[in-house]
T-cell receptor
Framework: DVKVTQSSRYLVKRTGEKVFLECVQD?????MFWYRQDPGLGLRLIYF???????EKGDIPEGYSVSREKKERFSLILESASTNQTSMYLC???????????FGSGTQLSVL | DQQVKQNSPSLSVQEGRISILNCDYT??????FLWYKKYPAEGPTFLIS?????DKNEDGRFTVFLNKSAKHLSLHIVPSQPGDSAVYFC???????????FGTGTSLTVIP
């Protein structure tokens, strides 16, 4: 089975801190994604990557950056955390084409 | 603009009855549709998918129907069980792109 692992289930950070969320997948998938989930807003795409060192902005990239130095790892960076970035962050991967997304367990981030 | 819409934020159903969750989309390029189930504090798990070349796909208690002319899909769960209580997201993608577009979710409660 495909495994998508997010490094933390719960994280509490202070406003202004730089935050790193890590995601690793073990199935050699080409495409990786970062979403955030907020009540009433569904899953919104922050960034995605279709290859190493390649990235594309999603619908809400402001305040975030990403890094994909290795195929299996996709990191989400909050340059200067703000309270409106308190959310559930979900990493996902897919081999590409019409294949389903596999999600990690999520990271619930609270910014105080 | 939301390309995938779930207009019912919540749904309550008696155990044993049918649950019908609806989803509408606007982009005629979408040709692959998925349903995900999500429990609180967990990542979404894949339920069932359908390609635009079909109008129905079944997997056990779950059936997805696709009406391309109406740009509408629905998920039927029969019979509903208390363990089905979760948030359900529909998603869509186009063969020409790498992105998946999600609806805002429907919270299903199955009453014992």
């Amino acid at each position: 089975d495909v495994k998508v692992t997010q490094s933390s289930r719960y994280l509490v950070k202070r406003t202004g801190e730089k935050v790193f969320l890590e995601c690793v997948q073990d199935m050699d998938h080409e495409n990786m994604f970062w979403y955030r989930q907020d009540p009433g807003l569904g899953l919104r795409l922050i960034y995605f990557s279709y290859d190493v060192k390649m990235k594309e902005k999603g619908d809400i990239p402001e305040g975030y950056s990403v890094s994909r130095e290795k195929k299996e790892r996709f990191s989400l960076i909050l340059e200067s955390a703000s309270t409106n970035q308190t959310s559930m962050y979900l990493c996902a991967s897919t081999p590409g084409g019409h294949e389903k997304l596999f999600f990690g367990s999520g990271t619930q981030l609270s910014v105080l | 603009d939301q390309q995938v819409k779930q207009n019912s934020p919540s749904l309550s159903v008696q155990e044993g009855r049918i649950s019908i969750l609806n989803c509408d989309y606007t982009n005629s390029m979408f040709d692959y549709f998925l349903w995900y189930k999500k429990y609180p504090a967990e990542g979404p798990t894949f339920l069932i998918s359908i390609s635009s070349i079909k109008d129905k796909n079944e997997d056990g208690r779950f059936t997805v129907f696709l009406n391309k002319s109406a740009k509408h899909l629905s998920l039927h769960i029969v019979p509903s069980q208390p363990g089905d209580s979760a948030v359900y997201f529909c998603a869509a993608s186009a063969r020409t792109g790498n992105q998946f577009y999600f609806g805002t979710g429907t919270s299903l409660t199955v009453i014992p």
